[in-house]
């Protein structure tokens, strides 16, 4: 099924904020695809649905999430860091049983 979206509607992607004219179904065992002008470039794009995100609107209550603190990043040696140099987990990246 293709259904033309009239009004488009503002949505966020992987490449920024676009307005999406038209959904695809292809039914229960597909995901939804999105047909998104993009409004920086104009480029169209198709995206799934896990990629695409409805834009802040505050007269629907809808705010944009706070950000979470990043996580913790691996070190040169391939452990992780706490943030204050100390590393956690083990020291050359790998686990070795026995």
């Known amino acids: 099924m293709l259904v033309q ?3 488009p509607i503002p949505v966020e992607t992987p490449k920024g ?3 999406a004219v ?3 179904d292809y039914g229960p065992d597909f995901d939804l695809l ?3 002008f993009d409004d920086h470039t104009g480029e169209c794009w198709t995206w799934k649905n896990q990629y695409i995100r409805g834009v802040e609107n505050i007269t629907m209550d809808r705010r944009v999430p706070e ?3 990043a996580a913790a990043a691996p070190s ?3 452990a ?3 943030g204050n140099g100390v590393s ?3 020291a050359n990246g790998h686990d070795r049983l026995g």
Do not use: E, M
Request: glycine share 12%; net charge positive.
């Open 88 to 90: 956690a987990g083990v």
């Open 80 to 82: 992780l860091s706490n």
């Open 67 to 69: 950000k979470k603190p």
């Open 5 to 7: 979206l009239n009004p």
């Open 34 to 36: 999105w047909v998104v």
């Open 22 to 24: 038209i959904v695809i």
């Open 17 to 19: 904020k676009g307005q």
């Open 76 to 78: 040169k040696t391939g």
